[in-house]
């Protein structure tokens, strides 16, 4: 999923009651060597918010990845 989505969601599969989304900042070589996530209350993400989220972070963190010099290592 992260492979072909560049993120991945959970909706209250591994804590009942939290959702969440995440993505891999990649370096040059494609290699991941971060991630962001955001998490919250699922009674406090609606599912037409949570499906916008998945592609916000993944958006996210490929902005970021863009940011980093090439040849940078964490």
Do not use: M, W
């Not at 370096?27 to 991630?35: N, V």
């Not at 609606?46 to 040849?71: C, M, W, Y």
């Amino acid at each position: 999923e992260i492979h072909t989505r560049g993120g991945t969601n959970d909706d209250e599969e591994y804590n009942i009651g939290v959702r969440c989304a995440g993505a891999p900042i990649l370096d040059a070589s494609g290699i991941a060597r971060a991630a962001i996530a955001v998490q919250a209350p699922a009674v406090r993400v609606p599912d037409e918010r949570f499906a916008e989220l998945g592609p916000e972070v993944t958006r996210a963190a490929k902005e970021i990845s863009a940011l980093l010099p090439p040849g940078h290592s964490f």
